[in-house]
């Protein structure tokens, strides 16, 4: 089983700042599989990224991923305040079972 | 607006059932991949399984032996069953489309297990 591990746990940031977060995993990722969500509590969370930097539709241009192997890093330029909420990363490739990281929470400072 | 909706008791019994069931509208269920994810309180997101509108389902691991995924695309739904369920299957549980990166996801349902 892959384990994604993601850094920082916790990050405080304010309006119009550029947030960087981390996703690795423990071994490498089949095809650059990796997704990254948004989730603000109750609401369903929402899909930013897919095959480590592929904007989803509808996803404004200031979100951006990156990465390969076992190192993907989720960017977010210019920091608005519906950005801030609690961001996984999600690795599908490979064998089974999918998993997903433990979260980064993105709050306003 | 395509939508997923989970639905489903919030209070399962232990080494009972647990059932749900999530009911896409505004598009088709045909063709396409439909997966259960779950988040116990605290904790982060287990991936449990997906299902193609065909019927061919894979399933984590972990779970396989309790858990079954199915689909009725006359119903737009797919439902999940995890058997002889304990205080560790107390989750939010998510449906969502798609069998690798998840395109559209519920606001998921909170299931609580106790007596």
């Known amino acids: 089983e892959i384990v994604l591990t993601q850094s920082p746990g916790t990050l405080s940031l304010s309006p119009g700042e550029r947030a960087t977060l981390s996703c690795r995993a423990s071994?490498?990722?089949?095809?650059?599989?990796l997704a990254w969500y948004q989730h603000k509590p109750g609401q369903a969370p929402r899909l930013l990224i897919s095959?480590?930097?592929r904007r989803a539709t509808g996803i404004p241009d200031r979100f951006s991923g990156s990465g390969s192997g076992t190192d993907f890093t989720l960017t977010i330029t210019n920091l608005e305040p519906e950005d801030f909420a609690v961001y996984y990363c999600?690795?599908?490739?490979?064998?089974?079972?999918?998993?997903f990281g433990q979260g980064t929470k993105l709050e306003i400072k | 607006q395509v939508q997923l909706q989970e639905s489903g008791p919030g209070l399962v019994k232990p080494s009972e059932t647990l059932s749900l069931t999530c009911t896409l509208s505004?598009?088709?269920?045909?063709?396409?991949?439909w997966t259960w994810i779950r988040q116990p309180p605290g904790k982060g997101l287990e991936w449990i399984g997906y299902?193609?509108?065909?019927?061919?389902?894979n399933y984590n691991p972990s779970l396989k032996s309790r858990v079954t995924i199915a689909v009725d695309t006359s119903k737009n739904q797919f439902s999940l069953r995890v058997n002889s369920v304990t205080a560790a299957d107390a989750a939010v549980y998510f449906c969502?489309?798609?069998?690798?990166?998840?395109?559209?996801w519920g606001r998921g349902i909170l299931v609580t297990v106790s007596s």
């Open positions: 299902i193609h509108s065909s019927g061919t389902a």
């Open positions: 999600h690795q599908y490739g490979g064998s089974l079972p999918y998993t």
């Open positions: 969502a489309s798609g069998g690798w990166s998840l395109d559209l």
């Open positions: 505004g598009a088709s269920m045909s063709s396409f991949y």
């Open positions: 071994q490498s990722v089949s095809n650059t599989y």
């Open positions: 095959d480590a930097s």
